[in-house]
């Protein structure tokens, strides 16, 4: 079965800051891996995805991730985090099985200091 | 834009009362997902379908029932309300249906729901 970890439930960084967020993933086969972002009060949103090629993905806001097979894991990175990044990220892997089931991490929270 | 639209943000219900969640995407996917989000648990999944009238069950579809009439409409039952199912319900959408699906998720707002 399909799972995701994502190790850290909340992290603090100051504004300007670099981020790492973690992620590492259990499948059987290359994954479809994705992080989404989630404001609060709302839903969530992509942010990037890796199906396969390049192994470090852009993604909006400034994000980026790299797929590292070797690790099992698909770390999102931001170079310099604003304000505005305060949020929490979830990592996702899928889909599984034909279906079209998406299995996602326990999300990380993200609390951005001046 | 793709949207997708879950009809009420907030309802407190009782327990007992039966609860109708409803969602609609206005962007032609065959797929749509019903998940839970409890803190420290992430998404769970409770049903999807990929098709008008087909179901499937997710992770933890214990305590609810899905339907979907439209294509475009996906709704979440709770026959029963209990106090274990207060929690924020996402719907969600993405093209491609069975076997051809790119993953990608597009969601709603949300739903939270308190059960007293």
């Known amino acids: 079965a399909q799972s995701v970890t994502q190790p850290d439930i909340h992290i603090t960084v100051s504004e300007g800051a670099s981020l790492e967020l973690r992620c590492n993933y259990s499948?059987?086969?290359?994954?479809?891996l994705f992080w989404y972002v989630q404001s609060p009060g709302q839903g969530l949103q992509l942010l990037l995805k890796?199906?396969?090629?390049?192994?470090l993905v852009q993604g909006i806001k400034g994000f980026e991730a790299e797929f590292k097979r070797s690790q099992s894991s698909f770390n999102l990175r931001k170079p310099s985090v604003h304000w505005s990044d305060a949020a929490e990220y979830f990592c996702a892997v899928g889909p599984s099985g034909g279906y079209q089931k998406v299995t996602f991490g326990t999300g990380t929270k993200l609390q951005v200091i001046p | 834009d793709v949207k997708v639209t879950q009809s009420s943000r907030y309802l407190v219900k009782r327990t007992g009362e039966k609860v109708f969640l409803e969602c609609v995407q206005d962007m032609d996917h065959e797929n749509m997902f019903w998940y839970r989000q409890d803190p420290g648990l992430g998404l769970r999944l409770i049903y999807f379908?990929?098709?008008?009238?087909?179901?499937e069950k997710g992770d933890i579809p214990e305590g609810y029932s899905v339907s979907r009439e439209k294509k475009e409409r996906f709704s979440l039952i709770l026959e029963s309300a209990s106090t274990n199912q207060t929690s924020m319900y996402l719907c969600a959408s993405n093209s491609g249906g069975r076997g051809r699906n790119t993953g990608e998720l597009f969601f709603g707002e949300g739903s939270r729901l308190t059960v007293l």
């Open positions: 499948y059987g086969a290359t994954p479809y």
């Open positions: 890796y199906f396969s090629g390049d192994t």
């Open positions: 379908s990929y098709d008008v009238k087909m179901k």
